[in-house]
């Protein structure tokens, strides 16, 4: 009984959510993205471009993991258009998945969240790790002590 609920209150939120824009933001390390999600054709761009022309096919298929994992054609009501700057390509590919991941969660409620959360917490959840600073005598070998050495 309470998952009719559930999936009542979820379509009464995709309906309201149906007619605004929606604004999202990704983050992988230095990469930041925006997305804005509107009504459309369901069409997905990246930084100008359509997805289907980027070169990069394990780039492209890390971006499209939110569409794969929600298993409908829901989301093709919605047109997608991120733009990411910071960063290299891989930490770009990961700020707009997780933009993306985070509106589809928005749009479509608790159900598809949790499914977004159970398949990867990056989707949804900013990952603070970073590299630790050198130290100063020795910024170029890295931030620790030095190797063991054998005296004989």
């Known amino acids: 009984m309470t998952k009719k609920k559930d999936a009542q209150a979820n379509q009464k ?9 929606i604004f999202t933001i990704g983050k992988r390390r230095k990469a930041v993205a925006n997305a804005t999600i509107k009504p ?4 997905i761009s990246v930084n100008g471009q359509p997805l ?6 394990i780039l492209r298929m890390r971006i499209q993991e939110p569409f794969i994992v929600m298993e409908s054609e829901d989301w093709k009501t919605y047109d997608f258009v991120a733009i990411a700057k910071g960063g290299g390509a891989t930490g770009q590919s990961d700020a707009v998945r997780q933009a993306f991941a985070r509106g589809l969660s928005e749009i479509f409620g608790a159900v598809l969240k949790k499914k977004l959360m159970d398949y990867d917490r990056n989707l949804l959840v900013y990952d603070p790790r970073r590299t630790e600073p050198h130290k ?5 070998q890295g931030p620790r002590r030095y190797k063991q050495r054998s005296k004989r």
Do not use: H, L, Q, V
């Open 40 to 43: 459309g054709s369901g069409k």
């Open 13 to 21: 939120e995709a309906a309201k959510k149906s007619t605004g824009i």
């Open 136 to 140: 100063p005598p020795r910024s170029s």
């Open 52 to 57: 289907e022309n980027m070169k990069n096919d």
